[in-house]
Structure formats: structure tokens, C-alpha cells
């Protein structure tokens, strides 16, 4: 998809200008010539992703807000464009409210919704467009930008719950790491002072000794050497190789696996409900729900399952063959199909799903916290003896 600068007439015989998003330049004129406008003049343009008014990120929160905002005011009767620059002034974020100011000039120049939101696809992701595209084809648009707004709301939710099961053992790895080179840098050369030069030192309080003393002459060197560790770990977790090997192994990890194919299914089947229950067909909710999911391996399986059900064989069936979902998913989604409440059984399994997340995160984060403070402990513990223990050994000799 491209994006293209016009020149028309509208029906009035009014002068347009703005921006419309198709495969080339053909393609833009004959949509611009379904909308009424004649166009006289049209230029190929990069995609635009957001004017830099600040540049603070968008959130889930932002858009949530955004989408539920505008559903109150299109279903209250204001139009469209007054809508969208309205809510350009009382957006609080200045990267969405430049997006937004952007969206409703392109639309008030004869360009689509659907079109003027997907040249921000930094913002509103593919679920978004869709929802929006089949809510203007529809006559539904305050529908679903509803239900947009409930499930961008849901999925804020998830990724909070997956935050913190993940962020209390990083902070306790960087409170370890920051308590290591302190003790290293300021405790180690008080208790080397008060041990005597001829004094036996066992191997761990050596390397302790040495380690400290080159923190402190030749700091400049560790961070020499971090900065390429660092490096060296973002260049491999973004290499090809890298991003297979997790793909293919997060999902089979002990303990955490399990977690991850919750919420990559949590996820799969609510943005399939959401779309499907917005008038989305089938094979269209699976290509956009499939990315959403957070694994390879569930995307390239739902991209099997659709050529199978454009063949004629049902999704319950078609996704099965994967064996990466499980047998409830498998058999809801199979009633789902019989009995015309796909969406509805679907959402279910979203909540099932979401709340065992939850609750799982919970538990991990329950068992992590003993286990982080024995490692905390043992991390003090074992320096201050391998520290004292030169100091035991000179005090007995002189008492000896």
C-alpha cells in the first residue's frame, strides 16, 4: 500500500485536497471516484507515521480513550470530521492528537476513515483499520469503535498482568548486580585494609580482592566491556536465528511455557471475537488475529488453517491440525461454528484465558520472590565469609 497526494472537484464542484492510501495510483483514483471527487491532480508520498509534537508514545490507554471518545460523539449525531478535531484539541498526547488532526483533514478532503488511519500504523495497528473499514462499510461505526475501545482496554490489561510477573525478578537481578559492585567497590578495600599483608587468603577471597581492585583502578575497561556485552545481546536478540530459536522454544520452556501460550491465546481469541463480531468475515479476523497473537508458530498455523477453510473445512478443524491450541479452545470455538455464537464462545475463552493469566502471574511471581531473596542472600552471605574468614585466620594466628 502507497499513499497519494490529490487535487479534485468534489459533487459540489468545491476544491478538495488530501490523502488516500491504496496499491497505486490507479487504484486511488477509481476510490476517490467512488467518494465523489474528480481528481486532477495525484503524487505517490511516503506513508506518514506521526508528526513529532513531542514525540511521547502512545499508549493502549490513549487509544482506548480515543476510540471510546469518538463513538459518544458519532453516536450523539456530530460529524465525523468535527469529531476527529475536536478531539485533536483535547487529546493530551501530542503525538496522537497531531495523528488525529492529520486523519481529519485527509477525510475532509474525500479520503475514507478506514484510509486516513492507516497511514498512522505505528498507532492504530491492523485491528483497528479493520474494525474501523467494516464499521463505515456497515453503517456501524460507533459499534465498533465501542468494542475497539473494550478490547484495546482488555489487552492494556494482559500486558499489566504479564508486567508483573516479569518485573519483580528483573529488579531483583538489577538490585543484586547494583549491591555486587558497591560491596565490591566500597566495603571489599575496608576489610583488604584490615588484613595483614602475610596473611594466607583461600581462592575466593583472592578473586574477590582482585575483582574489586580492578573495579576501581580500571573501571573504564568494565565498561568498555558491558557496553559490548550489551551490544553484542540486542545485535543477537534481533538476528533471524535468535528470534527462531525463541520462537520455536518459549512456547515448550518449563513452567513458563505455559504461561506464554495463555496469554498468546488470550490474545488470538479475542481479537478474533472482536473482529468477527464486528462483521469481519472468517478468513479476514484469522489473517488480522493471527500477528496478534505473539508467536510465529500460532501465526503460521492460523495461515495453514485459512487455506484450508477457503477450501471448505471449518476453523475448528483447520486449527487443530497445528496441535498448538488447546482442546477447550478447539472444541468452543467447533460449537461456536454449529451453533452461529462463534464470537460470544470465543470472548469466553478470552476471559478464561485472561484470568488464568492473572492468576498465574500471581503464583510465579509468589514462588520467585523466596527464591530472589535466598539468591540476595546468598550473594551478601557468601562475600561477608569468604571476607572474614582471612580476618578469623590472622586473629587466631596472633592468638596463637
Known sequence: MAAFTYDGLNRQGQSVHGEVVADNSGAAIEKLREAGVLVTDINEKVVKQAKKRGGKKVTLTDTSLFSRQLAAMLSAGVPVTRALSTLAKQTTNPTLAAAIDDIAKNVEGGGTLADAFAQYPKIFNKLFVSMIET????????????SLSNQLQKEKNLKENIKSAVSYPKNIGIFALLLLIAMLVFMVPMFQDMI????????LTEMIFAVSGSLRTKWYLWIVCAAILIAALVMIKRSKPAHRFWENTKLRMPMFGTFITKMCIARFCRTLATLISGGVTAVDALQSAGPTAGSDLIENAVKDAISDIEEGKAISESLDKSGLFPPMVIGMIAIGEEAGTLPELLDKVAEFYEEDVEVTSRNLRAMIEPIALIFVGALVGGMLISLYLPIFSATTSVGS
Open 135 to 146: 464499521g463505515e462499510l456497515g453503517g456501524i461505526l460507533e459499534q465498533s469503535l465501542m
Open 196 to 203: 595483614p599483608e602475610d596473611t594466607d587468603l583461600n581462592k
